[in-house]
C-alpha cells in the first residue's frame, strides 16, 4: 500500500505541472523529485524518532517521542516507510500554493523542517499511543480521542494550513491581483490540462491506497473487510463532492470546469480520509456533499484574503481536512446520528464530546502550523531567499534555475520538412535554367535576360515565403 501512496508524488508532478505555465514546467518537477527522496532522509534521521520513539521523560511522552533516532532500535520498517510516504505527502501540498515564485532553497528549507519536525509532532499527538490526542478525554459518562483514521486533519489540515501561510507571507505573482481600484483579478492559466487531469487520476489511485492501507495490516481476520470499506467510502465520498462541485459551478458560470472537477473529486476523498473506516457507504453522500460545499467556500474566503494559490491548495486540503473533522462525529460509527437514532451505540451525550474534542483538535493543528511554519518564512523572506528575483519570475524559471526547458523549441524542428524544401528549389531552379535555355533560342538574349531576372525574382519571394512558414511552424524566432 506504501509504495501506492509514493505514486501520489507523481500525481502531485503532473498535477502541478500542468496547473503552471510552461516556462516554470521543469522547476515544479524537479523539486517534487528530490522532496521525494529528502523528505526521506529527514523522516528517517529525526522525523520517526520525534513521532513513534519511546520517550524515557513520562512528563513529556505525551507530547513527542525522544529515541528511535536515524532508526536505531526500530525493526518495524514497514510502519517506518508508511508514514514516510505521509510525511512527504503532507510537505508536497505547500508547494502548489507557492509555485512559479518561490525559490529552490526555501523549498528544500520547509521540505526538510516539516519532515523532521513538524509532521512528526502532530502524529505523535494524535495518532501514537503516548499522544495526548489519543488519550482524548476519559471519564465516568465519556470516552472520546481524537478521530481521524487516515490523516483528514494530521496530513491535509496541517499542510493545507502551512500553504495559507507561505501564499500569504510570499505574495502574489507578479500581475495576478490589480493595483489599482476597479481593475479586474487576472486569471493566470497553466499550460497543459491533460498534465493535470492525468495526476488527478494518478492522485485518485493513490488515495485508495491511503485510506484502505490505513489500517496497518491486511492479514489479519476482518482487517481485509476495513481495508475494502475504507476504499469504497473513498471512491463515493469523491463523486459525491465532485457532484456538488460541478452543479454550483454550472448555476454560477454556466461551464464545467476540469480542473475544478479534479479537485473536488480530490477534496471529497480528503474528507472521507477521517472516516472511511467508520462510516456506512450511504453517510457518504452527507461527507461528499459536505466536502464540495467546503471545496467552494473556502475558495471564496481565499479571494477575499487576495491568497494567490495555483492549485487551490489551501481550499482543496483546508477545507476537506476540517470537514472530514466533523463528518466523522456526524455519520460515524460513534457520530451524533448515531446518538440520536441508535443510543445503544452510542451516547448523544459522547458523540457531542466526539465533536468538541475532534474540533479542539484540529484547532491545535491549525495553531501548531501557524506558529511553526510562519516564522520560517518570514526569516526566509528577511534573508532574501523566500521568493526569487522579477526578471526570473517573469522570464520563467526553467532556464533560470536549470538552464533546461521542458519544450525546447529546437526539439519541434522537422528535419524532413527542411530536406523536401532543399529538394524542391533544385527542381525549380533547374527547370528556370532550361527555360532559360529556350528562351535565348526563341526570343534573342534581351528578352531573355528580362525574363531572367523576373523568374528568379518570383523564385526568391516564393523561396522566402515558403522559409518563413516554415521557421514559424517550427517554433523559430523570425524577425
Not at 502531485?12 to 505541472?17: R, V
Not at 470499506?229 to 464545467?256: E, H, P
Not at 451524533?336 to 466526539?354: D, K, Q, V, W
Not at 538552464?403 to 524542391?424: C, H, M, R, S, T
Request: glycine share 10%.
Amino acid at each position: 500500500m506504501a509504495t501506492i501512496i509514493f505514486l501520489m508524488q507523481a500525481g502531485f508532478a503532473f498535477l502541478e505541472a500542468g496547473a503552471v505555465r510552461s516556462k516554470n514546467c521543469t522547476n515544479i518537477l524537479l523539486m517534487k523529485v528530490l522532496e521525494s527522496l529528502i523528505t526521506g532522509i529527514g523522516y528517517w534521521a529525526v522525523g520517526w524518532g520525534l513521532a513513534y520513539g519511546d520517550n524515557k521523560n513520562v512528563k513529556l511522552e505525551p507530547f513527542f517521542g525522544g529515541s528511535e533516532f536515524f532508526l536505531m532500535g526500530t525493526t518495524d520498517y514497514a510502519r517506518w516507510f508508511f508514514q514516510y510516504v505521509f510525511a512527504a505527502t503532507a510537505a508536497t501540498i505547500i508547494s502548489g500554493a507557492v509555485a512559479e515564485r518561490i525559490t529552490f532553497y526555501t523549498y528544500i528549507i520547509y521540505s526538510v523542517f516539516i519532515s523532521c519536525v513538524v509532521y512528526p509532532i502532530i502524529t505523535h499527538w494524535g495518532w501514537s499511543e503516548h499522544g495526548w490526542m489519543k488519550h482524548g478525554i476519559q471519564t465516568n459518562y465519556i470516552s472520546v480521542s481524537y478521530t481521524d483514521f487516515a490523516g483528514s486533519g494530521m496530513v491535509h489540515l496541517l499542510g493545507g494550513t502551512i500553504a495559507l501561510v507561505g501564499a500569504l507571507v510570499i505574495g502574489p505573482r507578479i500581475g495576478k491581483f490589480p493595483q489599482f481600484h476597479g481593475e479586474q483579478c487576472v486569471e493566470i492559466k497553466g499550460h497543459s490540462v491533460p498534465l493535470s487531469v492525468l495526476g488527478g487520476l494518478i492522485l485518485m489511485f493513490g488515495f485508495l491506497a491511503f485510506t484502505g492501507g490505513s489500517t496497518g495490516q491486511i492479514s489479519s481476520p476482518g482487517i481485509g473487510q476495513v481495508c475494502a470499506k475504507a476504499m469504497v467510502n473513498t471512491i463515493l465520498c469523491a463523486a459525491w463532492s465532485v457532484i456538488a462541485v460541478l452543479v454550483i459551478q454550472k448555476k454560477r458560470t454556466g461551464k464545467l470546469g476540469m480542473l475544478h472537477a479534479i479537485n473536488g473529486c480530490l477534496c471529497g476523498m480528503i474528507s472521507a480520509a477521517a472516516g472511511a473506516n467508520q462510516i456506512y457507504p450511504w453517510a457518504c453522500s452527507i461527507t461528499g456533499l459536505g466536502a464540495g460545499l467546503s471545496y467552494l467556500t473556502f475558495i471564496e474566503l481565499a479571494k477575499k484574503l487576495k491568497v494567490d494559490d495555483p492549485l487551490d491548495a489551501f481550499a482543496l486540503h483546508v477545507g476537506g481536512g476540517i470537514w472530514g473533522l466533523v463528518a466523522v462525529c456526524i455519520v460515524g460509527e460513534k457520530g451524533i446520528f448515531y446518538g440520536i437514532f441508535y443510543p445503544e451505540h452510542t451516547s448523544f451525550l459522547n458523540s457531542l464530546a466526539l465533536l468538541g474534542w475532534n474540533m479542539c483538535c484540529a484547532l491545535v493543528i491549525i495553531i501548531f502550523a501557524l506558529a511553526t511554519s510562519f516564522p520560517l518564512f518570514y526569516i526566509c523572506k528577511n534573508l532574501g531567499i523566500l521568493r526569487v528575483p522579477i526578471e526570473a519570475e517573469i522570464k520563467g524559471l526553467d532556464i533560470y534555475n536549470h538552464g533546461e526547458d521542458a519544450y525546447p523549441l529546437v526539439a519541434y524542428k522537422n528535419e524532413w520538412e527542411e530536406i523536401k524544401f532543399q529538394e524542391e528549389l533544385e527542381k525549380m531552379i533547374q527547370a528556370l535554367i532550361q527555360q532559360e535555355a529556350l528562351d535565348q533560342q526563341e526570343t534573342g538574349s534581351i528578352n531573355s535576360q528580362q525574363n531572367h531576372k523576373d523568374s528568379f525574382a518570383t523564385l526568391e519571394s516564393t523561396s522566402i515565403d515558403h522559409e518563413l512558414t516554415h521557421r514559424r511552424q517550427n517554433g523559430h524566432c523570425v524577425t
